[in-house]
């Protein structure tokens, strides 16, 4: 089952800017949570904060509270520890090119020392199934390269690389921003089918797809977190001024 | 900056707007109709009908074009949405009127008698909501949408007292039941006039404030 993240009086420095400023939100748990925003604002930055990702650069730096559930992400687990429990699904599908579709989903539980070939099968198998890309694939599991497949199909193999190692939560940032129409409603429907065991944050710059996938939306302008409610309150009748300027195109 | 959609939501009020010059020309003559007892003045209140179906018919549609191509929110939606129920209000006082000015024939052909119920004030008290109604849509005022929600009640008042007097009478003398029906009919069309402009009004106070008033805001 997914967990809830709560975040406390997060900030951000990439460098010298103050990226994000005193994010306070709790991310509620097996929802799917939508974070809008124009570009530069602090959305991405955010995810890559909650699984540490934003560690990877050396010039990055948070303070503040991270937990999920009883864990404080910044101080009782490693880094790698913490990306498996809450993986991650990028703007950009990245397969491993080189490898076959069955060894991408298997690469983070042999990774993680896992050598049982009944196992990992099980494994991948539920992997590519909850990613809705068993029926495409199962024929060609270890012919086929993961570059071999469609945007849209790659980027459900990062989906199922991601479910394999049995994450609680998922960020997804801009998860469909580079499909066609006909693959975004597959993530978007996977979305509704996942957040019943995990739990979703999604990035996106399209404001429907917020509309139509998360419970709970935020809206983050120059590092700040401006508004967080409920979707249908933020896109029917948003609290603050500058969310409504920004959803109705009001905005710059 | 979605300068075309917005362009096109002035195009969409400017076209609202129109139609209620419309349709408030039409009670107004609907009523002066049935004062003066004028045929013609009513049979062109009941030609009227077909501009202001056809007005409604092109509102709605470009509603519903601004819904399927630009995904409003906010207050754009709430904006489309009380559009688009202003504009069924808009045609159902239409209506209302071609109600009063069919009442005209049968008017003409009754003799004449003071029946102590103020037709052309009940009338104005309602005219008035709409006027304000209306105004209030134009400029986005949610203080004065509001004012026209207490005037309701004066209205259905005057419409009760109507009903009482005319009701009595039908009872003490039925030889004046065709007239005081007739009678009762056009007051309970202006009754009606009077709740569509309190239900334009409650959409005002929506688009502007996302509150739903209507039903006293309960569930």
Redesign the interface.
Known sequence: MGVGIEVKDLNAWYGSPHTLQGITLNIPANRATALIGPSGCGKSTFVRCLNRMHETNPTARATGTVRMGDVDIYADASPVEIRRRIGMVFQRPNPFPTMSIYDNVASGLKLNGYSNKRELDTVVESSLKKAALWDEVKDDLKKKSGASLSGGQQQRLCIARALAVDPEVLLMDEPASALDPVSTSKIEDLIFQLKRQYTIVIVTHN??QA?RVAENTGFFLSGHLIEFDATDKI????GDKR??DY?????? | ??LN??QQLDALKAQLMTMAHQVDRSFADSIEAYRTADLDLSQRVIGAEVQINMMEREIDRLAIDLLALE????????FILSIMRINSDLERVGDQSVSIATRVHELRSSRPFDFQVDIPLLASHAREMFTIAMRAFQEGDAELANSVLALDDEVDTMNADAFTSLSKLIADQPELAPQAMNMLIVARNIERVADHATNIAEDVIFWRR?DDIRHGGTH
């Open positions: 404001m429907q509309a896109f029917t009748n948003p969310t409504e959803i109705t195109g009001r905005f710059g | 900056m979605r959609f917005h995904q409003p929110t906010a207050i754009d939606l709430r996302g």
